[in-house]
């Protein structure tokens, strides 16, 4: 979709104030080439702002006529001290007195509001301080990584009704864990407890082994003695999703571990690590893979079949590779047993002609290293690696060979495979979703490679065919794409999805498998079903549960709706806040979590009950915590937290969601540093109303600083009007907005902040926001900026994520000029940045910060700080880095507000 240039607007949207203004540009507004308009004008806004702050200046009761006249006299001008102390006391006696008789409160509420509540005004709006006092501690680093505010929250999974307790009655079974690490069976109305697992260290062949997972039989009741689970221990992690393991076998009845191998590996003294583990739904088999190979071993017979002989480096079977565990599936696995556990759809992933990337590890042992499978020999003197062990990977790039997927089908009756075929134009098609309706159906999503046009198609096993129910091309249906969010949950004999309506996420009934026409059951034009939320079918009450932005682009609520198209509840929509929730399969028990702004809590919540309340938000506020929310907030209560404010501010008739934190006891006549935080991804939020107690907090309480996080367009929150924002412009509206508002909010606050002293930092794809920025600010906004694990060239980023929103390279020339960084030169114009990244980053290479190193080196560029972390990985974690990483960043800005870096060589 083609935009012209708008003009530039700023607006902030508030319940005290909202206007609508074009044309604005202030001092500290980029002008020229750089910004979309100027105007000779101040916008409305600053002139607001303005008159507000000017007002605010003639007001002050220190230059009052007044209050000198009466400062005087208690100098000793024309009245004794103890005179006017006296006169003093016995009005302020009548002014409370006074005050209690027209509220009709008590006294300990008015002394408690004159204490604590005070406002000033930011941007032209009143703001409420969080409350403050010297004998209250301060967040430290040490603070946060230790949680000292944060809430604790209970381990809840959920029982099936297959899996409750043959001795017992009644309903809402959870496991949770109990002292040291036991696994505690519980009832979510009685409360009653039985011990699972009690002692999570066992013996096998004179070595020991801990316990770091339980998966259930999901067809067995949980005390039945003769059934066996599936523990995991001694995990080592590949990617983000998936992970090396040993699983046993384990019947609590007579405490027995058998190790799962493979067949010819059961008689072996040694263990062999598996991909995954996963139960059939009749609980009598159980499929794992290893080696990208498939295996199953059947419970009663103790018979183990193999499904697949093929895997290599190359082909994975029911694994995805890594670019599809990365930006598709969100899984360790790619496999999907029918719902009868006759037959077992899985994907043959096929990298042969995807190119390698190659990463050296200098520090970690072999068998720590999660990337490959085979371990290599080490080459060591004195404990120590004399050569880098290698790992490749293949990883496509923009405009390279992708994997190609196939799909087939293994019949436990027939013992036979039948390869699937789906109906498609593209030979590198992408599998975005797959899912069993009924035992005779089959739902699979796919994309062109660059998740542009998508088909949903339905297999009919009995006639090994495909059927076309839609194919919609997102830029001409919604200006938008496709993502990777699985959402296929069958209902009734059809299925409930999510599809796109009025360029909103919508939830849609397909009454059957093969129904083209769905039935809308949510279709508003001003809020979304969540792309990422679960949808749970609770066929007792006939309700669909999910989560929605119904009440605002930053709040997240539950909401209930009736397969008539009717939404029957908005659960805590009587207060602001974002809300998650997990169930038991037959959505008849929710755990409830609120996640902020305010303090965090766990509640259960049994669906029968709450339909029959007509109050629901009475209902909601009377069911006990199961979190821990005492502690927390006796906690809370004993530090200083900054201030937060939540915004919405117009830029083009963009609505643009921002978070203002200011430190503790806060004083607008004062200057403060200001840090901006950004991520920025097309279709991302950052700004949600979570309660966080992270690294920008800390910055605000420990370096009194004002700290700014922002969502620039292409981001989430208002549908695809907003989104569409980023469809091949990575790199383009990000520095922009971020530049924009923030100017203006040191113009509206001149007061209150240092503008010499303004930085701004980003992780990831928040790193290339943050050096995409600086790149196009020239130091005219900031001054300081910090990218750790950056994105420097989209070119050097997987295929599958770059080509969803930038298209192919031979298609779109903003490869060349946005969604990388180019202008090495213009960093000079900074007083110093920084950048940090992992050696060892599966995600973003570290080709990224060496390739713009490089150009530094080319153009003279030599005012930064660079910081690698061995071994890294993308989330920098190893050998203590977590604690480096984030000490290093709190060192170096705070050594960049206190003005080392000025004049820095």
């Known amino acids: 979709m083609t935009r012209n240039p708008p003009v530039e607007e700023y607006e902030m949207t508030d319940n005290l104030l909202s206007a609508d203004i074009s044309g604005s540009a202030s001092v500290d507004t980029p002008t020229g080439p750089e910004a979309e308009s100027d105007s000779d004008q101040d916008s409305v806004t600053s002139t607001i702002f303005d008159q507000l702050a000017s007002t605010s200046d003639e007001t002050d009761f220190h230059n009052d006529e007044v209050f000198q ?49 005070t406002t000033v005004q930011m941007s032209g709006f009143n703001v409420t301080l969080s409350p403050y006092s010297p004998q209250r501690k301060n967040l ?72 770091e997972d339980v998966i259930l039989n999901p067809a067995r009741p949980i005390n039945d003695p003769s059934a066996y689970h599936v523990l995991v221990t001694d995990s080592v992690r590949q990617w983000r999703h998936s992970s090396f393991a040993l699983y046993w076998l384990y019947r609590p009845a007579t405490d027995e571990y058998i190790p799962i ?42 018979e183990i079949t193999t499904i697949t002989n093929d895997g290599s480096p190359d082909i994975f079977n029911g694994k995805p590779d890594w670019v599809y565990e990365e930006e ?37 042992d072999a068998n720590d290293i999660g990337m490959t499978y085979s371990l290599e020999s080490e080459h060591k003197l004195n404990g120590v690696s004399q050569y880098p062990i290698k790992k490749n990977y293949k990883y496509p790039k923009p405009g390279t060979t992708n994997p190609v997927l196939g799909l087939k089908n293994f019949n436990f009756k027939s013992q036979k495979h039948t390869i699937l075929k789906p109906r498609s134009q593209w030979s590198d098609f992408i599998l975005y979703d797959a899912s069993w309706i009924d035992n005779d159906h089959f739902l699979v999503k796919i994309s062109d490679r660059t998740s542009s046009i998508q088909s949903k198609q339905v297999l009919t096993i009995s006639t090994n065919k495909f059927k076309e ?33 009025k360029n909103r996420t919508h939830l849609a009934f397909y009454e059957t498998p093969l129904a083209r026409a769905p039935r809308m059951l949510t279709s508003s034009s001003t809020w979304d079903v969540l792309d990422s939320a679960p949808v749970v079918y609770n066929a007792n009450e006939q309700q669909v549960y999910t989560l929605a932005n119904i009440k605002g682009s930053m709040d997240v609520h ?120 950004a991520y920025g991804g097309p279709g991302s939020q950052s700004v949600t109303k979570n309660y966080e107690v992270g690294f920008e907090e800390v910055v605000s309480c420990q370096l009194d600083a004002i700290v700014l996080k922002i969502d620039p367009r292409g981001t989430d929150g208002y549908g695809w009007e907003t989104k569409t924002y980023g469809l091949k412009h990575i790199g383009h509206w990000e520095p922009k907005d971020i530049i924009t508002l923030t100017s203006e909010y040191i113009h509206k606050n001149k007061l209150a902040i240092d503008k010499e002293a303004v930085a701004i930092w980003g992780w990831s794809y928040g790193g290339f926001t943050t050096l995409k920025t600086l790149e196009t600010d020239k130091g005219k906004t900031f001054k300081y900026g910090m990218a750790v694990a950056p994105v420097t060239n989209f070119l050097f980023y997987n295929s599958f994520y770059t080509e969803r929103y930038m298209k192919s390279p031979k298609d779109n020339q903003n490869y060349l000029t946005e969604s990388l960084i180019s202008d090495y030169s213009a960093f000079k114009s900074l007083n110093r940045f920084l950048i940090m ?69």
């Open 328 to 364: 598709i599936l969100s899984s360790d696995r790619s496999v999907w047993w029918s719902p009868d556990s006759e037959n077992i759809v899985y994907s043959c992933i096929n990298n042969t002609g995807v190119f390698e990337y190659e990463i050296d590890y200098y520090v970690k």
């Open 558 to 677: 539950l909401i209930g709706v009736t397969l008539d198209s009717k939404v029957e509840f908005v659960l805590g929509n009587d207060k602001e806040g974002k809300y998650s929730f997990t169930s038991d399969r037959d959505g008849q028990y929710i755990l409830l979590e609120y996640g902020g702004p305010e303090i965090p809590y766990q509640k259960i919540i049994s669906t029968g009950d709450l339909n029959v309340h007509d109050n629901m938000n009475d209902y909601l506020s009377e069911v006990k915590m199961v979190s821990f929310y005492d502690d927390t907030k006796k906690a809370v209560d004993s530090y200083n937290l900054p201030t937060k404010v939540f915004r919405t501010i117009q830029v083009n008739h963009v609505p643009i969601n921002v978070l203002e934190i200011l430190p503790p006891n806060f004083n607008p006549k004062r200057k403060y540093p200001l840090l901006v935080n």
């Open 469 to 501: 129910i839609d194919e919609v091309d997102a830029a001409i249906g919604f200006g938008g794409w496709y993502d990777k969010y699985s959402t296929i949950v069958p209902v009734n004999g059809g299925y409930l999805d999510k599809i796109v309506h």
């Open 140 to 211: 430290t680093m040490t603070s946060m990584r230790n949680g000292d505010v944060l809430p604790t929250f209970k381990y809840v999974r959920w029982l099936n009704r297959d899996q409750y307790p043959t001795s017992k009655s009644g309903a809402g079974y959870f496991m949770t864990r109990g002292p040291k690490g036991s696994y505690v069976l519980q009832n979510q109305k009685t409360a009653e407890t039985d011990m699972f697992i009690e002692n999570i260290q066992f013996a096998y062949e004179n070595n020991f082994f801990y316990v």
């Open 69 to 117: 006249t009466v400062l005087q006299q208690y100098k000793g001008v024309t009245k004794s001290p103890k005179m006017c102390l006296i006169i003093s006391g016995i009005g302020f006696l009548v002014w409370v007195v006074s005050l209690i008789v027209y509220a009709n409160v008590s006294v300990s509420d008015i002394t408690s509001k004159w204490k604590w509540q």
């Open 261 to 302: 191998q493979p067949a010819n590996l059961v008689q072996s003294r040694s263990l062999i690590k598996l991909h995954f583990v996963e139960f059939s739904p009749d609980g009598q088999k159980v499929l794992f893979g290893v080696n990208h190979d498939l295996y199953v071993y059947t419970l009663e017979t103790k």
């Open 837 to 905: 990244h992992g050696t060892a980053d599966d995600n973003v290479h570290i080709q990224n910060s060496l390739w713009l190193l490089d150009k530094f080196n080319s153009n003279g560029t030599e005012n930064y700080d660079v910081h690698f972390f061995t071994d890294n990985d993308h989330g920098i974690s190893f050998h203590n880095s977590d604690v480096i990483v984030y000490d290093k960043l709190f060192h170096w800005v705070q050594d960049a507000f206190s003005g080392k870096f000025i004049d820095f060589v």
